[in-house]
Structures are given as structure tokens and as C-alpha cells.
T-cell receptor, first 111, second 111 residues
Framework: KQEVTQIPAALSVPEGENLVLNCSFT??????LQWFRQDPGKGLTSLLL?????REQTSGRLNASLDKSSGRSTLYIAASQPGDSATYLC??????????FGPGTRLSVLP | NAGVTQTPKFQVLKTGQSMTLQCAQD?????MSWYRQDPGMGLRLIHY???????DQGEVPNGYNVSRSTTEDFPLRLLSAAPSQTSVYFC??????????FGPGTRLTVL
């Protein structure tokens, strides 16, 4: 059974810092991996999708990497802003199209 | 496009009552799914569908039924509500191999 963990559970940084969020998964036979953002009381918004054949994806200040063999993905946020404050979740997608989510990292960026 | 819509936004039920959570998408996505989100548990897959007429169980299907008579709609039925079903419910859709889009969620309380 696929299990997904995220470290740290919570993170507080001053504005302008670069930061890294970590996602680990136990079964490397994945189809792709997706990073989401969730604001309090809201649904999830997809940030980046990495296909299993890819090593990384970039969107603006966000860069996500994937290392299937070690069961890891990282989300790098450059020059963090208070508007980046949210919970970030990674989800691993298996070949049956089933998503398994991590518990999330709650990020606070202080002005 | 309205994206993924869910109704109602909030619902309070008494133990033993039944109800249907509605989910609709206007993006012609084949894949739709239902999750519940509980504190400390992350998102867990309840049921999913890869197309009209096809549904399957996820990680936590007990106490819930689904049907998919059209591509657009994927209702979730609670047969006999229990306090353990108090949660936030999210519906999601995606094109096969694509990015997953989430609805805004339904906050359900069972007394």
C-alpha cells in the first residue's frame, strides 16, 4: 500500500526566503506526482504535475523535482511572499489513476 | 467554465439520516473522484469513476454509494449517516493523464 509523508508538518519563514518542502513515498511504481496548494476553508489548487518520466517541472517561482528511485519529491519556492502562506500537499498517482495524498505542510510566510 | 461545483457547501445531519452530496463538472473530464479530508488524516479517496457507468471503491468506501450516469455528474450518497462521517468532502475531476481539479468542498456535520 502506497504511503506518502511530508516533512516538515509546519514551517514559518520570513518573507523573501527560499524554502524546500519534502514529500516521500514508499512505492516507486508511480504514474505521476502532483503538488497542490490549499488555502484555509478552500479546495485544492494544482501547482505542478510531474510525469514519472520527468525529473522536474517549473512554474514561476516554483520548482518541483522527482526522484522515483529514492521515493522523493521536493517543492522549491523561491523568494517567498506572504501570499504563499497555505498548506501544500503532494499526491502520488498510481497506474490505476488513484491519488494518495500526503498530510501536507502548513507554510506561513511572515511579512 | 464553472469547473467543479459542489452542493451544498454546509450540511448538518442527524445520525441515521441519508443524503446526497452533489458534484458536477463542465470540462468533459472522464475521471471523477470523491475524497474526505479529516484533521491529521489528509485526503482519503472514497470512490472514483473513470467514465460514465463505471465506478470503483477507494480507500474508505464503507457507508457511501456513488453512481455515474453522465460524464458531468458524480453524486455521493450517505446511506445512514454516522458521526464518524463528519468531515469535509471534496469532489475532483481530471482528464485522463492530466491535472486534477477540485471543487470547493462540502462541510458535513453528523450529530
Amino acid at each position: 500500500k502506497q504511503e506518502v509523508t511530508q516533512i516538515p508538518a509546519a514551517l514559518s519563514v520570513p518573507e523573501g526566503e527560499n524554502l524546500v518542502l519534502n514529500c516521500s513515498f514508499t512505492d516507486s511504481a508511480i504514474y505521476n506526482l502532483q503538488w497542490f496548494r490549499q488555502d484555509p476553508g478552500k479546495g485544492l489548487t494544482s501547482l505542478l504535475l510531474i510525469q514519472s518520466s520527468q525529473r522536474e517541472q517549473t512554474s514561476g517561482r516554483l520548482n518541483a523535482s522527482l526522484d522515483k528511485s529514492s521515493g522523493r519529491s521536493t517543492l522549491y519556492i523561491a523568494a517567498s511572499q506572504p501570499g504563499d502562506s497555505a498548506t501544500y500537499l503532494c499526491a502520488v498517482i498510481g497506474y490505476g489513476q488513484n491519488f494518495v495524498f500526503g498530510p501536507g505542510t502548513r507554510l506561513s510566510v511572515l511579512p | 467554465n464553472a469547473g467543479v461545483t459542489q452542493t451544498p457547501k454546509f450540511q448538518v445531519l442527524k445520525t441515521g439520516q441519508s443524503m446526497t452530496l452533489q458534484c458536477a463538472q463542465d470540462m468533459n473530464h472522464e475521471y471523477m473522484s470523491w475524497y474526505r479530508q479529516d484533521p491529521g488524516m489528509g485526503l482519503r479517496l472514497i470512490h472514483y469513476s473513470v467514465g460514465a457507468g463505471i465506478t470503483d471503491q477507494g480507500e474508505v468506501p464503507n457507508g457511501y454509494n456513488v453512481s455515474r450516469s453522465t460524464t458531468e455528474d458524480f453524486p455521493l450518497r450517505l446511506l445512514s449517516a454516522a458521526p464518524s462521517q463528519t468531515s469535509v468532502y471534496f469532489c475532483a475531476s481530471e482528464p485522463l493523464d492530466g491535472v486534477q481539479f477540485f471543487g470547493p468542498g462540502t462541510r458535513l456535520t453528523v450529530l
